[in-house]
């Protein structure tokens, strides 16, 4: 009998890890980073909870961290064996892995210095940019649709899950004596009111259903009231003359962005005369959009190409990528007339800050979030109303006019989630639900008694037999 285990995103949305094991084979779907505060990331260092030797595979879901951030750290324990993703997965993993690993570097090297001060022993980074080399080297990319053998007896198929470019459903099918099953995991399911993403596939069989949670209890505000809301600051910002001051995270969400701006330049809408995507790793991602256009939902691929626009850059052409940090700095002059999007999201870090420096307190400045901001944040500060805050050793004073917006997620909503699912109702699979808080889980297992479903909600460490 085939047995799944739950090891990670069962307490909290990350460090996603579940591992399956037959009387032949051993998967690991997903090996993710713990992600929150410094105590909770502790657990990455931990042994994992299971024998690395015994993995005969390892699938991927989709390239962001709290998925796939603790691979380079599998490496380095003696994995050997392949990691199943499609291909966009693996351009964005090696993004996002070597950016990891840039900055578990420079954490090391400033906490050893003061380590070094007190007498106390060193620390070693989480992982190296070699770790992250040697897991790249072990990537097999196959395209969505196809069924493909990744260990014995079992075999994968991606499905679209329209979250972020790459992103899958994984159906599993286990061969074991003859009779096979059919394991389904949802991965993140996409918003289908998201710009460029498609809708998350439909599938309509399964025997199990591992689905994520992360909207359990909550529906999205509309794209419409959403969409209205950004064009109304942006002309606003466009007529007044201030700056306009995005922090995003650097996949999905820049990009969605950027086409929603080319949407109001295409319009004759913008009137500022230049849009800095401030951020060496988002303009790498957004490169890998471009280079995978061709999976874009159907209706926004239409609207770029009756702009004569096959790409991102092209729609929105007074977009100015600023690499160097001259070029970022040399934004500082403009004290009017720009957008400026830059990370990091929350703005604990990277180029948004000294953006902020520079703007935050000039009331034309207009700083919009886009991304949900988590409590003890810089940005989370913005948002609860902060009258000023400390940026690179200086205190600045707020006067911008902060908005936030509650529309943009690349997550399905509680209605989105029951209405995935509700396609298996012919013959119902066995349903565990994962990657949510729990006050998540319990609203959307609640919403799915209603309409007949009995789950389970996963504990951590608990195997189920499929
Ligand atoms: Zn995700």
Redesign the pocket.
Known sequence: MAGLTFHGAVEGVTGSAYLLQTKRATVLLECGLVQGSPKAEKANEKPFPFAVESIDAVVLS?A?L??SGRLPRLARDGYGGQIILTRATGELLEIMLKDAAYLQKKDAEWENKRRRRAGKREIEPLFTEQDVQQILAQCEEIDYGRRWPVAPGVHVCFRDAG??LG?AIVELFIDEGGREQRLVFSG?LGNSEAALMRDPEILTSADAVLMESTYGDRNHRSMEDTLDEFRGIILEAGATGGNVLIPSFAVGRTQEVIFRLGEMYQQGDLRQQAVFLDSPMAIAVTEVYHRHHSSFNSEDRDQMRQSHAPSLHKFLPVLRYSRSTEESMAINRLSEGAIIIAGSGMCNGGRIRHHFKHNLWRQRTHVLFVGYQASGTPGRALVDGVKSIQMGGERIAVKAAIHTLGGFS?HASQAQLVDWVNHFAKVRPRLYLVHGEDDAKLALRERLAMVGWDTVIAAQGQTVTL
């Open positions: 989709h962001h709290d998925h979250h972020i992103s993140d690349a």
